[in-house]
């Protein structure tokens, strides 16, 4: 099983990024899968959810800016990000808990002018 989170980059605040999670090995079409991020010298923290029914959930900082989705077919959960702020600077992660815990390798996104 590996997932592998892409997509990440440098943008200025107020711009915008897509990342992708990718998954091989495990169907993620039956899972929930979550975003988290890391940002430098903090914990780790939850970002947002997207379920198996496709009900999404976000960390309040994010709501309005933040959308997760996912297609199926293409066994890929993604995670736009809009209006992005210097505070959202972090490695982004991805994971799926389906008869065991998976993680993304993480992917780097920071703000900054």
């Known amino acids: 099983v590996q997932l592998q989170a892409y997509g990440g980059g440098l943008v200025q605040p107020g711009g915008s990024l897509r990342l992708s999670c990718a998954a091989s090995g495990i169907s993620f079409s039956g899972n929930n899968v979550d975003w988290y991020r890391q940002a430098p010298g903090k914990q780790r923290e939850w970002v947002a959810t997207?379920?198996?029914?496709?009900?999404?959930n976000y960390v309040d900082s994010v709501k309005g800016r933040f959308t997760i989705s996912r297609d199926n077919a293409k066994n890929t959960v993604y995670l736009q990000m809009n209006n992005l702020k210097p505070e959202d600077t972090a490695v982004y992660y991805c994971r799926t808990i389906a008869a065991g815990d998976y993680w993304g390798q993480g992917t780097l996104v920071t703000v900054s002018s």
């Open positions: 997207i379920t198996r029914g496709k009900n999404t």
